[in-house]
């Protein structure tokens, strides 16, 4: 086929944007099939899609992937309405500089909150549908027939009389066609692609080595760097003596970063590493170097009993209720700071001259570290670029915060020309996290003389995070952080999942001064251990079966109940366990997504040993069934590692735990047999999301078999602080 | 300035010899398959062959690999041909974000040399890397697939 190349105005500039980046000024990237570098000639069919005359398909992916699998089942949404032969489609990320250039043509970038596939599923298939009229309608003009005639399937559309023609031998004229908007989405009942599972993208780069992280990019000249922020969160740098490292092997700049931090830049990193544990600095503590976990507890204690709190879920008369109960069941629950700990640490690349300012980076939100090049260099969106690399782990991590490319930029300004790669080592990543919030929370249950449950006040006294992160958010609602209740709020993709007659969810803000942060599930996980628990406690203090007990509750929750009622089946609750065994339930609504787990352990002494977990979700559609059996299963590694060994301590203003050797993680033997159930319901409304809402039932199910089996409730975490080991 | 043979090449590389070994082959030698995750031994996802012994190279200086034949998870393929390990691994689909997964995959392979056919308690006590995605599942079929492959 001879391809004439065209140069429309969309592909003009999504391929002079790449041309601007990384291939104009002569960098062999090694990671550039995966960059938007599509040239002038490809066809755009809409901005989901890029044809290429060899009938590759690329399918352009906004959201970040991390080990998630978002990128493939986006691609498996996108290539189901296209009508594609999958083993043509590969993807790219558009970079955020174009997607100012072009007006946000990909929407939202960020990837968080479970949000990749359930929140732009609906303008992806449309992308995807869009361009397969084009292809259609192309076809039907250059064979003059009705559109009706004709079909489209695995990327080759058919016509009367024997016509054929390959989805690359029409893209350029489909290209150059209106884009239609809104077009119909098929029945996912119809689905051929979606809602299988395909395998995902990348994975013979990830076993050989070659797949390049952040941590491995590579550029000609580069430098490499690391840094200290001031070990006590709001403490400044006094002074430090830089000459005393700067003739250390390597070493080629010795810097203070804003007023916070030190850093050395080297030829190497291990250069750059043994010159900053060498360098002597002197801190200004400021006025938290006192604070200490002890005193944070003391500060969240007080707020149990306050008068003032903010109210998230409320009915009838929880208060009442209490007062005149038969019978009062009250518990305290206290969770503490934890770090993300991502297997990558933080780190970023950048490249900055008077004119021109790019940054390549490992993050959950190329917006979010788009804006963080702008603020940092002071350049206009024009003169910046972000190249978006792989994650090594995100958790939450990398999205909203950025401080990491923040510190990058500024450290590249002092070297202009040379790019340098800034690698935070593993025990600046332990002391300079984004915490999960500390949280406790004074849970009062009301009974009658039936044993019934008439009231439930649950209050949470901690930290907010949006406070911290998002104030203008808070502000806008009275001083409330409405996230604080997620799992447990009045309504919406984190309403409650019980119906009591008299409640009261309500939340004395208590902010600490260490940064907290948006943890994988974030609010749910606390919130999940506070209720699932307490609900059986409630339900023991009333000799009833936890199960039964939760039922009664459950009459206008039919989703959380068809998940709950899947574990309960399928551990065999209600049936004799197997010598030793014990068992424990826990569910809620996350993220739009409804989850439960049944867990199994033994308890031996000090030791627990987690046999088996069985997980239910319901996220309305299952998009890649095997990416979601792998993300429920690895949701419970991390909701359990954090369960039992995971606490960032504070003392003297700062974190205490500095690497894996006192904040551990489990391993393969500790790991329970997960079994998971898909119950993909297809109800209308929201799709729900996969990534995060299954971590917080992962505690509460094996804490209620801890239970079961010993009779002790633990309320504190995480579990090593009660000398309780997994075995 | 260290001498390395890695993956059946010789290196001269200009380190001092208590760098850390995992260093010199990231940022001397270039090969960045080895995977920087605590540098305390812990977490071992810089796992490399030194003589055959699954070794955390984050904590073994240069200078003690010398004379040693390495293989990193680029060597591990030979002659074009992924290690059963790997093959597994694609299978079993393993990596979710995939940046211990190298590590992982050579401790792996050194487990199936010394012993071929591994029990789950064989797992359990030799396999002790980090995965904070969770793979473990995935990682314990895959293990058993390779062994029988």
């Keep these: ?727 | 300035m260290v001498r390395l043979n890695i993956n059946g090449q010789d290196h001269n590389v200009d380190v001092e010899p208590d760098t850390p070994l995992l260093w010199a082959i990231r940022d001397n030698v270039g090969l960045t398959g080895t995977k920087y995750g605590c540098g305390i031994a812990q977490c071992g996802a810089c796992t490399v062959h030194v003589d055959g012994v699954a070794t955390r190279a984050c904590s073994l200086p240069a200078s003690a690999a010398v004379g040693k034949k390495i293989v990193t998870i680029e060597g591990l393929a030979q002659g074009g041909v992924l290690h059963k390990v790997q093959k597994a691994w694609i299978d079993h689909e393993v990596p979710q974000c995939g940046y211990c997964q190298c590590g992982m995959i050579m401790a792996v392979a050194e487990l199936l040399a010394t012993k071929p056919k591994p029990t789950d308690a064989d797992i359990d006590n030799t396999i002790t890397n980090i995965c904070r995605c969770g793979t473990f599942q995935q990682v314990r079929a895959a293990i058993h697939a390779a062994a029988n492959a």
């Design chain 1, 1 to 727: 086929m001879n391809f004439v190349p065209k140069m429309n105005r969309r592909s003009f500039v999504i391929g002079t944007a790449a041309a601007g980046g990384g291939l104009a000024i002569g960098f062999d990237l090694p990671f550039g099939s995966k960059l938007a570098n599509a040239q002038a000639s490809t066809p755009e069919l809409g901005v989901w899609v890029v044809i290429k005359p060899d009938d590759t398909i690329v399918v352009r992916i906004a959201r970040s992937e991390m080990g998630q699998g978002t990128i493939t089942g986006l691609a498996q949404l996108v290539a189901e309405e296209l009508e594609a032969d999958w083993s043509k489609v590969t993807y790219e990320y558009p970079t955020p500089g174009q997607s100012v250039a072009r007006k946000r043509p990909w929407q939202s970038y960020s990837t968080g909150g479970s949000r990749g596939i359930r929140e732009s599923h609906e303008y992806v298939r449309q992308g995807g549908a869009s361009a397969r009229l084009m292809l259609l309608q192309a076809a039907a003009n250059q064979w003059n027939v009705p559109v009706g005639d004709l079909k489209a399937e695995n990327s080759v559309i058919t016509g009367p009389g024997g016509r054929r023609a390959t989805y690359g031998q029409l893209a350029d004229a489909a290209s150059k066609l209106p884009v239609p908007e809104k077009p119909a989405l098929k029945d996912p009942k119809s689905w051929k692609i979606a809602g299988k599972p395909i395998k995902r993208f990348g994975t013979q780069d990830k076993v050989t080595g070659k797949q390049v992280y952040g941590a491995d990019l590579k550029l000609p000249n580069m430098l490499n760097a690391t840094i200290k922020e001031s070990p006590v969160f709001g403490g400044k740098v006094k002074s430090f003596d830089a000459a005393k490292v700067a003739n250390m092997p390597g070493v080629k700049k010795v810097l203070k970063v804003r007023d916070t931090a030190v850093a050395v830049v080297a030829d190497t990193w291990w250069h750059a590493k043994k010159a900053l544990d060498a360098l002597p600095v002197e801190w200004d503590e400021g006025p938290n170097n006192k604070v200490s976990s002890a005193t944070i507890a003391e500060t969240l204690k007080a707020g149990l009993d306050a008068d003032q709190a903010f109210v998230g879920n409320q009915n009838g008369d929880a208060k009442a209720a209490i007062a005149s109960a038969v019978k009062k069941v009250e518990a305290v629950y206290a969770y503490p700071y934890q770090n993300h700990v991502c297997m990558e640490p933080m780190n970023a690349t950048a490249r900055y001259t008077a004119d021109r300012c790019e940054v390549w980076v490992p993050t959950q939100d190329g917006e979010a570290s788009f804006a963080a090049v702008l603020a940092a260099s002071g350049l206009p969106a024009e003169k910046c670029e972000v190249y978006k690399l792989d994650l090594g782990g995100g958790f939450g991590r990398r999205g909203a915060f950025q401080d990491y490319v923040h510190q990058a930029v500024l450290i590249a300004k002092e070297m202009p020309g040379t790019p340098v790669k800034l690698l935070w080592s593993r025990e600046e990543d332990m002391v300079q996290g984004r915490y999960h919030p500390v949280m406790q929370c004074k849970m009062v249950g009301a009974f009658d003389k039936d044993n019934n449950l008439t009231g439930l006040h649950m209050r949470l006294s901690g930290q907010s995070i949006l406070a911290s992160v998002r104030p203008q958010v808070v502000e806008a609602d009275k001083g409330r952080d409405a996230l604080t209740f997620q799992g447990v709020f009045q309504s919406g993709e984190h309403a409650f999942g019980y119906t009591i007659p008299n409640l009261l969810v309500d939340h004395a803000m208590r902010n600490p001064h260490v940064p907290p942060g948006f943890w994988r599930g974030v609010n749910i996980n606390q919130n999940c251990i506070f209720i699932e628990c307490f609900m059986d406690e409630l339900a023991h203090a009333v000799n009833q079966d936890p199960l039964a007990f939760r039922r009664k509750l459950l009459g206008s929750h039919p989703r959380n109940l068809a998940v709950l009622n899947a574990v309960a089946e399928k551990i065999g609750w209600g049936k004799p366990a197997p010598q030793g065994i014990h068992r424990g339930l826990a569910h809620m609504k996350a993220f739009n997504a409804y989850v439960a787990a049944a867990a199994e352990v033994s308890v031996t002494g000090d030791k627990m040993k987690v046999h088996r977990i069985v997980a239910a979700t319901d996220p309305t559609y299952a998009v890649n069934p095997a990416q979601i059996d792998r993300q429920v299963a690895g949701s419970f590694v991390y909701g359990l590692s954090a369960l039992f060994y995971q606490e960032c301590t504070v003392k003297d203003g700062r974190i205490v735990e500095t690497n894996f050797d006192t904040y551990n993680s489990m391993r393969i033997a500790e790991m329970p047999k997960v079994e998971s159930i898909i119950m993909a319901s297809g109800a209308p409304g929201p799709w729900g999301g996969i990534g995060e809402p299954t971590i917080c039932v992962a505690a509460p199910a094996v804490l209620n078999a801890y239970f079961a089996a010993t009779g002790k409730r633990i309320r504190s975490f995480p579990l090593k602080n009660h000398n309780v080991q997994i075995a």
